[in-house]
C-alpha cells in the first residue's frame, strides 16, 4: 500500500517525454513531440507526447494517459508495478504501509495460488513436450486437431497425465502447503488444482487424463485451468474447470483476453465465440481479435472487460439449435451497455474451431463480413419462420425486439431500430414507440432501488439576463434525459474548463470574495437545474464539489491523476483536446446582412468572457430541443385530437421562443422567428 504524498512524489518527477521515449521514437513538432503509436499499427505518426501537460494522445486510435498509464499499458502490468517502476527510474524511495493482519493473509493466500498456478502450468507443458505419454496423447491430439507447435506453445497448452498423482506429489515436494493446492468452497481460498479423496484422504490431480488449457487474466496472469477429456467415459464431463476462487471465477474471465486485447484494440472490434478451440484456431488463421465466453452464459463481467477495448462485437456461434439461443441470450447484454452488436450463425455443422481450420484469415473476415447480420434482423429472420401466420406469435416476436431495441442507452440508436423493424414488421412506428417506452419503463424500475421513482415530467429552469428563473421555467416535453451531439458538445465545453482551470479567480464579488472557474460554472448549472449528460460527467462535477477546497488543489493535476481511470481518462482528453464552439455561433451580427466571424481570444485570456458564453450555448440548446419537442407534441394531439393538449402547448409556444431569442440577442445571432 503505497502513501499519497510517495503518489504524488512520483508523478511530480515523471517525465512523460522520457518515459514514453523510452518504447517510441520521438521528434519534435513545436512545443509537441511526435512519433508511431505503439498501441496500433500506422505508417504516419500521430502519437503526440505533451511535455508542459505531461500527457500522451494518439490521434489516430484515441487513446491517451499520463506517464505510469503508459508504463501499465506498455508493460500490462498492475498500476502497482507502473508506480514502483516509474519511481525506480527517478530513486524514489517507496515506503509502502504496514498492511494490517487482513490484509497481509489476503495478498498472501493470492501470491500463494498464483505461484501454485505458475508451477503447475510449466508443470502441465513439460508434460506434454517431454514425456512420452504427454507427445503421443496429448500433442497427438493437438496436431488431430490441427494445430501447429508454435500456436500450442502460444497459448501455453499441456497435459496431465492418466495414472497416478504426479502433480500433487509435485507440488508437495516443492513445499506448496495443502491449503493452497486444494479448495475451501467458503473462503475460496485454494486453486483446487488437486482434490483429497473421501477413502484415503490423500491428494489426486483434478485434470488428469486431459489436455490443459490455463485461463489467463486481463494482466496475463494464470487464474485457472480448463482440462478436456480425451477418452469418453460414463458419469465424466468432457471439460473440468478450476474452482471458483478469490482469483479466479468463471463469471469474470474471458479464455484469450490477455493474447487478443491488443489486436481488438488495433481493430476496434473484438470476436466472440464459445470455446478455447474456437479461439485457438481462429489465431492459427491469422484473426487474433477473438475471445471465448468458455462455454458458460455470458456475465456483465465480461461485457465490460470487452469494453475496455472495444465497443464492437461480433458473435459467432454453431448453426445449431443451441448457438441460436446463446446468442439471443448474450445480445441484449450487449445491447444495454450501448455495443454495436453484430451476430453471425455459421453453417450448420461449422463451429468457429471447424471453419477456421479450413479457411485462411482473409476468406474467414470476408465471410464474416457478408454473412453477418445486426441484431434485429437476426432476431426477425430467425423467429418469423417460426411465428408463420399466427398473430399470437407475431406479437409475441414483435414484443420480443421491442425488448431488445429498449435496452440501447442511446436514445438515437433507438429510434433508428425502432424505424427499421417498423418498415420490416410492417407495423406502425407509433405502436413500436409506446412498446419500446413501456418495456424502458420496466427495465428502470427493476435496476433502481425500491426507494427510488421513475423520473417524471418536471419544469426547469433556465435563467436568462433580465428575467428570474421563474419566469423563464421551459417545460420538458420528454422525462427522457437528452443526449445529442450538441449538448453533449456544449457540457463538455464546460467541463473541459473545470479541468483545465477550475481553482483558478474568475470573478471578485462585492464582498470581496474570490469565486473560481469551476465554483461558478457549477453554480451556474445549479441555479437553472441543468443535469450532466452523462454518470461520467456527473462525477466529474461532483469530484470537483468534493475536493475544490483541499489544501493545494489544482484541478488539472487533481483530475489527471484521480484513482477512477475512466476520470482520468477523461480528464486527459479534455487537456488534449481543444474546445469546439458550435458553428453557429462562430459568427456575430454586424448588421441585418451582414457577418463576420469572430476567433476567440485564448482560454486563458479569455475566460470572464468564454465561460458565460458557453453557458448560452448550453442553454440555447437545451431550448431548441423542447421547442422541437413541443412541435412534435402538437403534430401528435393535432393526430389524435387532443384539442386541449393542443391549447395549453401553443399557449405556451410564444413565451419559449422568445427566451431563445433573448439568448440569440446576447450571443449577438440573428433572431430566429417561427
Known amino acids: 500500500?503505497?502513501?499519497?504524498?510517495?503518489?504524488?512524489?512520483?508523478?511530480?518527477?515523471?517525465?512523460?517525454?522520457?518515459?514514453?521515449?523510452?518504447?517510441?521514437?520521438?521528434?519534435?513538432?513545436?512545443?509537441?513531440?511526435?512519433?508511431?503509436?505503439?498501441?496500433?499499427?500506422?505508417?504516419?505518426?500521430?502519437?503526440?507526447?505533451?511535455?508542459?501537460?505531461?500527457?500522451?494522445?494518439?490521434?489516430?486510435?484515441?487513446?491517451?494517459?499520463?506517464?505510469?498509464?503508459?508504463?501499465?499499458?506498455?508493460?500490462?502490468?498492475?498500476?502497482?508495478?507502473?508506480?514502483?517502476?516509474?519511481a525506480r527510474r527517478y530513486h524514489i524511495e517507496i515506503e509502502e504501509r504496514q498492511l494490517t493482519a487482513e490484509e497481509q493473509q489476503h495478498q498472501d493466500n493470492r501470491e500463494s495460488m498464483f505461484a501454485v498456478n505458475e508451477f503447475a502450468n510449466t508443470w502441465f507443458q513439460q508434460q506434454l513436450w517431454d514425456t512420452p505419454e504427454g507427445q503421443a496423447v496429448g500433442l497427438g491430439y493437438f496436431h488431430e486437431r490441427g494445430l501447429r507447435d508454435d500456436i500450442i506453445r502460444k497459448f501455453q497448452l499441456g497435459y496431465s497425465p492418466e495414472k497416478g498423482s504426479p502433480l500433487a506429489k509435485a507440488l508437495q515436494k516443492q513445499g506448496?502447503?495443502?491449503?493452497?493446492?486444494?479448495?475451501?468452497?467458503?473462503?475460496?481460498?485454494?486453486?483446487?488444482?488437486?482434490?483429497?479423496?473421501?477413502?484415503?484422504?490423500?491428494?489426486?490431480?483434478?485434470?488428469?487424463?486431459?489436455?490443459?488449457?490455463?485461463?489467463?487474466?486481463?494482466?496475463?496472469?494464470?487464474?485457472?485451468?480448463?482440462?478436456?477429456?480425451?477418452?469418453?467415459?460414463?458419469?465424466?464431463?468432457?471439460y473440468v474447470n478450476s474452482p471458483d476462487s478469490i482469483i479466479y471465477s468463471k463469471t469474470r474471465e474471458l479464455y484469450g483476453i490477455f493474447i487478443a486485447k491488443q489486436a481488438i484494440s488495433r481493430a476496434d472490434l473484438c470476436y466472440l465465440v464459445e470455446g478455447q478451440m474456437d479461439v485457438i484456431s481462429m489465431h492459427q488463421a491469422g484473426i487474433e481479435n477473438v475471445v471465448a465466453s468458455g462455454g458458460t452464459a455470458l456475465t456483465k463481467q465480461q461485457i465490460l472487460l470487452i469494453k475496455r477495448f472495444t465497443s464492437n462485437i461480433t458473435v459467432l456461434y454453431d448453426g445449431d439449435a443451441a448457438g441460436i439461443h446463446a446468442a439471443l441470450r448474450g445480445i441484449d447484454m450487449f445491447l444495454s451497455e450501448g455495443f454495436n452488436v453484430k451476430v453471425l450463425l455459421l453453417p450448420d455443422g461449422e463451429d468457429p474451431d471447424s471453419f477456421a481450420r479450413s479457411h485462411n484469415a482473409s476468406d474467414f473476415i470476408k465471410y464474416i463480413q457478408t454473412h453477418q447480420t445486426d441484431f434485429i434482423r437476426f432476431k426477425v429472420d430467425l423467429l418469423r419462420t417460426e411465428m408463420g401466420n399466427d398473430p399470437q406469435k407475431r406479437a409475441q416476436l414483435i414484443k420480443d425486439i421491442t425488448l431488445s431495441i429498449a435496452q440501447i442507452p442511446d436514445r438515437i440508436t433507438r429510434q433508428v431500430y425502432i424505424s427499421d423493424t417498423a418498415e420490416r414488421m410492417q407495423i406502425a412506428e407509433k405502436l413500436l414507440l409506446d412498446e419500446v417506452q413501456k418495456q424502458r419503463r420496466a427495465i428502470f424500475k427493476e435496476n433502481e432501488p425500491d426507494d427510488r421513482t421513475e423520473p417524471q415530467p418536471q419544469e426547469e429552469a433556465l435563467a436568462v439576463e433580465g428575467q428570474t428563473p421563474?419566469?423563464?421555467?421551459?417545460?420538458?416535453?420528454?422525462?427522457?434525459?437528452?443526449?445529442?451531439?450538441?449538448?453533449?458538445?456544449?457540457?463538455?465545453?464546460?467541463?473541459?474548463?473545470?479541468?483545465?482551470?477550475g481553482e483558478r479567480p474568475l470573478y471578485t464579488l462585492s464582498d470581496g470574495s474570490v469565486i473560481s472557474v469551476g465554483a461558478y460554472i457549477i453554480a451556474q448549472l445549479r441555479a437553472d437545474d441543468i443535469q450532466a449528460p452523462t454518470p461520467l460527467y456527473q462525477q466529474v462535477i461532483?469530484?470537483?464539489?468534493?475536493?475544490?477546497?483541499?489544501?493545494?488543489?489544482?484541478?488539472?493535476?487533481?483530475?489527471?491523476?484521480?484513482?477512477?481511470?475512466?476520470?482520468?481518462?477523461?480528464?486527459?482528453?479534455?487537456?488534449?483536446?481543444?474546445?469546439?464552439?458550435?458553428t453557429i455561433f462562430s459568427k456575430q451580427s454586424i448588421s441585418e446582412n451582414v457577418t463576420q466571424t469572430v476567433k476567440p481570444k485564448t482560454e486563458e485570456?479569455?475566460?470572464?468572457?468564454?465561460?458565460?458564453?458557453?453557458?448560452?450555448?448550453?442553454?440555447?440548446?437545451?431550448?431548441?430541443?423542447?421547442?422541437?419537442?413541443?412541435?412534435?407534441?402538437?403534430?401528435?394531439?393535432?393526430k389524435s385530437g387532443n384539442w386541449e393538449m393542443q391549447r395549453l402547448l401553443l399557449a405556451d409556444q410564444p413565451r419559449l421562443l422568445e427566451i431563445r431569442n433573448q439568448i440569440c440577442r446576447q450571443l449577438g445571432n440573428r433572431v430566429i422567428t417561427h
Open 176 to 238: 506448496f502447503r495443502e491449503e493452497y493446492i486444494l479448495n475451501d468452497v467458503e473462503s475460496k481460498v485454494g486453486t483446487g488444482i488437486c482434490g483429497r479423496g473421501q477413502q484415503d484422504g490423500h491428494l489426486y490431480d483434478r485434470f488428469r487424463d486431459r489436455v490443459i488449457f490455463p485461463i489467463h487474466s486481463v494482466s496475463g496472469k494464470i487464474v485457472g485451468f480448463a482440462g478436456r477429456i480425451l477418452k469418453k467415459k460414463d458419469n465424466v464431463g468432457k
Open 470 to 501: 421563474a419566469e423563464t421555467t421551459v417545460p420538458v416535453m420528454v422525462a427522457e434525459p437528452k443526449q445529442s451531439a450538441a449538448l453533449l458538445t456544449n457540457y463538455r465545453n464546460l467541463l473541459q474548463l473545470i479541468v483545465r482551470y
Open 542 to 582: 461532483d469530484a470537483f464539489a468534493e475536493h475544490q477546497s483541499d489544501e493545494g488543489f489544482q484541478a488539472a493535476q487533481f483530475y489527471k491523476f484521480h484513482p477512477d481511470p475512466e476520470i482520468s481518462a477523461l480528464a486527459i482528453e479534455l487537456i488534449a483536446d481543444k474546445y469546439q464552439l458550435s
Open 605 to 638: 485570456d479569455d475566460l470572464p468572457t468564454l465561460i458565460p458564453r458557453l453557458l448560452l450555448e448550453l442553454k440555447y440548446t437545451i431550448l431548441e430541443q423542447r421547442i422541437d419537442e413541443m412541435e412534435r407534441a402538437l403534430q401528435e394531439a393535432e
Open 1 to 86: 500500500m503505497i502513501p499519497k504524498e510517495t503518489i504524488d512524489r512520483i508523478y511530480e518527477a515523471a517525465k512523460i517525454e522520457d518515459i514514453v521515449g523510452d518504447y517510441v521514437k520521438l521528434h519534435r513538432r513545436g512545443a509537441n513531440l511526435i512519433g508511431l503509436c505503439p498501441f496500433h499499427q500506422e505508417k504516419t505518426g500521430s502519437f503526440t507526447v505533451s511535455p508542459s501537460k505531461g500527457i500522451y494522445k494518439c490521434f489516430g486510435c484515441g487513446v491517451s494517459g499520463h506517464a505510469v498509464k503508459f508504463v501499465q499499458e506498455i508493460e500490462q502490468c498492475s498500476y502497482t508495478e507502473a508506480l514502483k517502476q516509474v
